[in-house]
């Protein structure tokens, strides 16, 4: 069971640049959600999904874009790569309601932009 | 404003010791709260869980005590093991659409 895969595992962009951070998962889980976690800050919700079709902003939007068209699917768009988006970005999934609140992590993205 | 805090940000204990690991929250409304142990260049992975009905839950060597009057959460390990060094976050939600994090506790066991 791959659970949740995200890709690619480092990257380095230019400020400016654009980019996808790819997250799938195979547990049919409706909630997905992406972190970004610094050092001191812990993780901190950027954008989340409560099913396919439906996305809604967590504390740290700001930058990043997000879509799901499938279940499976959640993807995380940096339009126009900032240093302060340096940060390990960590996307997770749940099958939500009582009883599924274990969520599962991937196993992240290091991104650098210089 | 962070809603959930874990004030230390490092603990050190000697192997076969008992590890205490605190975590404060804000929110009245959260009612779920987990925990999660994360080893470097991985993702979190769960480790344990509490609903607010209840005051404590045990998992062999881990328990997880509540505390909501005071809006206060623990997570004990006994003993403890050089294997849970590690950095431990806790988390809180209150509808399961999303989690809210601490800032972590880098946890290093001793042998």
């Known amino acids: 069971n791959a659970g949740v895969t995200q890709t690619p595992k480092f990257q380095v962009l230019k400020t400016g640049q654009s980019m996808t951070l790819q997250c799938a998962q195979d547990?049919?889980?409706?909630?997905m959600s992406w972190y970004r976690q610094d050092p001191g800050m812990g993780l901190r919700l950027i954008h989340y999904s409560v099913g396919a079709g439906i996305t809604d902003q967590g504390e740290v939007p700001n930058g990043y874009n997000v879509s799901r068209s499938t279940t499976e699917d959640f993807p995380l768009r940096l339009l126009s790569a900032a240093p302060s988006q340096t940060s390990v970005y960590f996307c997770?999934?749940?099958?939500?309601?009582?009883?599924?609140?274990?969520?599962?992590f991937g196993q992240g993205t290091r991104l650098t932009v210089v | 404003d962070q809603q959930v805090k874990q004030n230390s940000p490092s603990l050190s204990v000697q192997e076969g010791r008992i590890s205490i690991l605190n975590c404060d929250y804000t929110?009245?409304?959260?009612?779920?709260f987990l925990w999660y142990k994360k080893y470097p260049a991985e993702g979190p992975t769960f480790l344990i869980s509490i609903s607010s009905i209840k005051d404590k839950n045990e998992d062999g060597r881990f328990t997880v005590f509540l505390n909501k009057s005071a809006k206060h959460l623990s997570l004990h390990i006994v003993p403890s093991q050089p294997g849970d060094s590690a950095v431990y976050f806790c988390a809180a939600t209150y509808n399961f659409n999303k989690f809210y994090f601490g800032s972590g506790t880098k946890l290093n066991v001793k042998p």
């Open positions: 929110n009245s409304m959260f009612d779920y």
């Open positions: 547990m049919n889980h409706e909630y």
């Open positions: 997770a999934s749940w099958g939500g309601g009582a009883g599924n609140t274990e969520a599962f």
